[in-house]
T-cell receptor, first 111, second 113 residues
Framework: RKEVEQDPGPFNVPEGATVAFNCTYS??????FFWYRQDCRKEPKLLMS???SGNEDGRFTAQLNRASQYISLLIRDSKLSDSATYLC????????????FGAGTRLFVKA | DAEITQSPRHKITETGRQVTLACHQT?????MFWYRQDLGHGLRLIHY???????NKGEVSDGYSVSRSNTEDLPLTLESAASSQTSVYFC????????????FGEGSRLTVL
């Protein structure tokens, strides 16, 4: 089993749609969880952090289920500018502070 | 403002040459990381360091080395560049502890001919 598994993309959605991405992780010792956003050929940038059961920031909601080792990201009212790759990152998922990334889920939001 | 910078941003080299990619951060972070990113593989960890004089191998360390002589810098060296090392390389840093947010450089695009 891969350490981090994400929904295969790409997701193609119209503007205004709600879309959800799923991510499972294998190491139950992971302490904190992140969603990063990466635009084409750019560096990843932090979108959301999750330290307890979940987090909400405007149109974005992240949910964590430690028992099932599962994280989700929900995007409401999708915008064209949300088109990007979303990376799931359970921090410290292999011990220590090093971080292994999921392969990412590609989102295309269409007008 | 604190930042993390990589250089060069673009480099073309020939097979067999030694190449060094620089990474410099002014966050005063103890943790530094090098990743490579290729189509279809996402970000893969090459080497990482938890502090001065500490270095560790990641998932894809063969053919790469790093050294950490100070807090600010973690240069990545390709001892003998191979075409398979053509990639985009990202350096990142983070604070110690479990907060864990990674701050990335803008990336270095390396082409090995």
């Amino acid at each position: 089993r891969k350490e981090v598994e994400q929904d295969p993309g790409p997701f193609n959605v119209p503007e205004g749609a709600t879309v959800a991405f799923n991510c499972t992780y294998s190491n139950s010792a992971s302490q904190s969880f992140f969603w990063y956003r990466q635009d084409c050929r750019k560096e990843p940038k932090l979108l959301m952090s999750v330290y307890s059961s979940g987090n909400e920031d405007g149109r974005f909601t992240a949910q964590l289920n430690r028992a099932s080792q599962y994280i989700s990201l929900l995007i409401r009212d999708s915008k064209l500018s949300d088109s990007a790759t979303y990376l799931c990152v359970p921090h410290g998922n292999t011990g220590g502070f090093k971080t292994i990334f999921g392969a990412g889920t590609r989102l295309f939001v269409k007008a | 403002d604190a930042e993390i910078t990589q250089s060069p941003r673009h480099k073309i080299t020939e097979t067999g040459r030694q190449v060094t990619l620089a990474c410099h951060q002014t966050w005063n972070h103890n943790n530094m990381f090098w990743y490579r990113q290729d189509l279809g593989h996402g970000l893969r960890l090459i080497h990482y360091s938890y502090g001065v004089h500490d270095t560790n191998k990641g998932e894809v360390s063969d053919g790469y080395s790093v050294s950490r002589s100070n807090t600010e810098d973690l240069p990545l060296t390709l001892e003998s560049a191979a075409s398979s090392q053509t990639s985009v390389y990202f350096c990142a840093s983070s604070e110690s502890g479990w907060t864990g947010e990674l701050f990335f450089g803008e990336g270095s695009r390396l082409t090995v001919l």
